[in-house]
């Protein structure tokens, strides 16, 4: 009965070590997610900060087309702003696409951020639990069959305790 208790405890105690090793490695997971969400975040922002101003370039642009007179004169004028306006347009296009894109990578790296921090604090908690029955879970002496205290047990390798099942031989008792 001992050795069933001190192999299970055994067991425990490897797959506390497992899950430590996890805990370990999506902690680092986590911070590189944190990471990605920051810098996305921060080049949404540089993104939509250079959408703005192209947005207020082309509106001043376009108060100057509309306030050039409308002769012969200013022909030039007009067709060269007019191509101006068509440009600025263009660019704000690709700068919209620019955005969209650092806005759903941003929601891409919030979901992963989110799917690690779920999977770590699942591994945290079934260490906790774990932890908590490795310290429930307290060997039986043979002999009196009541739980030995932690600072009683004594671990033995399987030949030992082969030998100690066998030393009645020895002794003329049986154990």
Known sequence: ???????????IMDDIKTLQQQIKTYRYRVQVAEDDVKNAQQQFTIQQQQLDS?????SECEQGFLSLPDN???????????????????????QQHRVENCYHYGEQCQQQWQQQSTIL??????????TR????????????????????????TDKTIETDRYSWIHVGKEI
């Open 121 to 130: 604090d699942d591994y945290e908690t079934r260490l906790k639990t774990l």
């Open 54 to 58: 192209l947005i207020s370039y082309q």
């Open 1 to 11: 009965m001992h050795k069933k208790q001190v192999a299970g405890t055994d067991l």
């Open 72 to 94: 012969a004169f200013y022909y030039a004028q007009r067709r060269e702003c007019k191509l101006l306006l068509n440009h600025i347009e263009g660019v704000i296009d690709e």
């Open 133 to 156: 029955h490795k310290e429930s879970v307290a060997p039986i002496d043979e002999v009196t069959e009541k739980p030995i205290h932690k600072s009683q047990i004594s671990y033995k």
